[in-house]
């Protein structure tokens, strides 16, 4: 039932294979076929761009005021590449195999492949876009290392890669729109897709400053919206990230792969009180130079600095001295819970742990710096002061950041880190064409499942939706528009697009309706508490039935005593919220069903009745080495496809990073 | 840190749409902890205004860690508030003390009309962008990305420039609403480097003569947006500009 379309052949001849006999629409009929793209982050900017370039007639939608304001824009620490500039032993295969591996092996062989492949070309463009990257003396490209590789592939800008490949997507957008080939829709945001004769052909949105709902129509949707984190409320996304478009989408028919797949990222600043609205990152990048600790006596509560170098536990060095601090982030964050449990945490929640920049930033960058200006024998003090402007060029962004958020500075005194949700690897079932199970219904990037299995390593990300968007989609869309040249654009007078509208109308009108006495946030709250509690690092039989009820209950309660203020027919945030918290409600129930589903543990997903006596995630590929696509019947009610997962090149083994 | 809490005075800016006159409105917060953001500090006082019934405020806000642009507020007299090199979203509120009365505007610009409350407009900077504000390579085109070494200086520039978040400050902050730091940031950035030199002219060119046409203002050098600006971008890309726009000016020969 469920067709994956893989090509056939072995695995590094089939995108080059798929890419030789795809369907090719001409250009003449390009600029007859118009394509509607939701999201402008580096999926969504990409995408409409390189469609635009190729000459099809795109509209592109996102909720902020500008595209450049995607969550993309956030992401610190860099991109991977298998460029193997660095002669350290890299290759298309390693990436792959470190990708499929870090997944904890519950990706699809062939995606992960492609985008192995394709990697090497995304720098080649932003580099002709003028991305500036971070560059050697001699003038080449500089890499550095993230987690759960052995290599040095990734490329980086500062701490603000992100930033820098956005705005490239972005100017590339923003060209094809001065050029009438991209049509930009600002402050607008996706409430339905319709569905004609199976086949998606549009799109329903509301224009968030007039309130007035619009349609749209396109041969072909494609949906970059991004990833569900702040289902948990608290998480590194953006506060107006959402899971609305990929979930109206969803009950319009496509399916939700593996939604408890949840990435908790090790390295984030802790929670400080009940007032917080999100956590921010702190970059993976970090623990290149970083050294993850907590004191090794219980109870010590002296400061950082006063604790001596043998009375600390550098416990990912300990427990894993092949990757030391450089493990995936699933086994970081894990082991910094396991820590922190056991009564180990430091400040003032006992909820967090060390991440200390003194060892190199002497040792490793004062020492170079002062051979490098033929100091001879440099007190501790002048290799503080060398490796300082070292770090400083390296992360100096993210310092001051900590710095602002905290008001200590961590070129001083340790930071202190706690795990937060920041990425979803599970979303829109889509095949090897990115098409998800609603026909010309496309999803790209964090929207879709399909890339980072159970856990994505650092830096896969940008590359995952850069390698969608520039140079997947353009090939594969022309695949399915191939054979809808003879179709007229339909008219949105369409029934199915006033039955879709009607729809929506009807929704906002009843939320509005309700005039209870709870707000928003305080429903977005609870769900989130729900969430973390039985739904995060650890999940169990028994609290993920409690989260079910829970989450039931809050539906109910949400549907009969939100309290939105305001008309609906102006700009009116409350209810734009209202809309996407309803959303992550069904979603949050789903995810549970999930987890509760996959007995095994594996990835970020850890089932405390499967682990290993050391505590590691333990899989069970007999029975859970399948995708679990979920099908949207009625309220609560789901039907699990299962998609088994064929792994002939990397073979399934116990992840050791030992 | 030593934490403490206090009760503030806000005085915000309401303005109900584009068409509306728009006046200030004061509100009492209390128990504000020093550790929340400026905007959980709102979104505390949404909450009250929420409950009592009223309309909360509207206000741009997105990733709240410094790097979107999107929020946008001018926080007694200065765009994002008192501290240097700074957004709204990372302003802390240990910089307020108990009893402190707090103004709150929204960016002050023609070329940025009222949107409601405290957002404004600032599609105007995407029209910049438009008229010249990237490099014209098509997706493929690309030869091999170290295929043309870049000096570690200027692409160290190159990248200084290319840091700005496109929030408007620098124009909030000018007294003739000019928009010169954000063109010279984006003039900048594709000037300094040698993929973005075959459309050096016509792009200086073309991305001043949009910001005229936007309503911004034009530059005395007073250098108020440079004070302002949350990423430290400096006034020398101003500098940068006028020449890259004088020598488009001297040299071309269409």
Redesign the interface.
Known sequence: MLDSKIPAGPLDQKWTDYKGHCKLVNPANKRKLEVIVVGTGLAGA?AA??LG?LGYQVKAFCF????????S??AQGGINAA?N?QNDGDSVFRLFYDTIKGGDYRAREANVHRLAEVSV?I????????V??????????NNRSFGGTQVKRTFY??G?T???LL?GA???L??Q??LGKVK?Y?RHEMLDVVVIDGKARGIICRNL?TGELERHFGHAVLLCTGGYGNVFYLSTN???SNVTAAWKAHKKGAYFANPCFTQIHPTCIPV??D????L??MSESLRNDGRIWVPAKLGDKRAANDIPEEERDYFLERRYPAFGNLVPRDVASRAAKERCDAGYGVGTTGQAVYLDFKFNLINKYGKAEANKLGIQNPDTATLIRLGKEVVKEEYGNLF??YE?????NPYEVPMRIYPAVHYTMGGLWVDYELMTSVKGLYALGEANFSDHGANRLGASALMQGLADG??VI?YTIGNYLADEIATKPIPTEHPAFAEAEQKVADRINTLLSIKGNQ?V??FHKRLGRIMWEQCGMARSEQGLKKAIEDIRQLKKEFWSDV?I??QVN??N??LDKAGRVADFIELGELMCLDALDRKESCGGHFREESQTEEGEALRDDQQYAYVAAWGYQSDSQWQLNKEPLLFDVAKPSQRSYK | ?QHYNMNLTLKVWRQ??AADKGHFETYPVKNI?S???F??MI??LN?Q???E????I?F???????????CSMYINGRPHGP?Q??TTC???M?AYQDGDTIVVEPWRANAFPV??DL?V???A??RI???G??????????????A?????DK??D??AA??C??CGACVAACKNSSAMLFVGAKVS??AL?P??SPERKSRAVNMVAQMDKEGFGACTNTGACEAVCPKGISIENIARLNREYMMAGLTEDK
């Open positions: 990409s761009a390189s370039e902020q005021d500008s595209p450049r304001r995607a969550h824009i956030a460029k500039y070309n720098i080649d463009q932003c580099v002709a876009q003028g500036p990257f971070a560059r050697e003396y001699g003038g080449l490209l800008a500062a603000q992100g930033q820098q705005i972005y100017q590339a923003e060209r729109v001065a930009m600002t400053i953006a506060m107006g400080s009180g007032h917080q609205s999100k921010t990152l001051d950041m602002k958020i905290t008001g200590e520039y140079f353009p707000t946030e305080s309290r203020p305001g102006e700009m945030p409350e | 840190m109900k749409n902890s550790e929340m953001s905007l959980e979104d505390v909450e205004l929420i409950k019934g009223k309309e909360p509207a741009d806000h997105d990733c709240r860690e410094g790097i979107c642009g999107m501290w090199h700074n990372q302003l802390h240990r949107v409601k957002m407009d600032r599609s900077f995407d962008i438009q008229a504000g990237y490099i014209s390579v098509n997706t493929g085109n690309a030869v091999d990305a170290n043309t070494p870049i000096e570690k692409a160290d190159a990248f290319a840091a978040i496109g950035h594709l480097l993929q973005g």
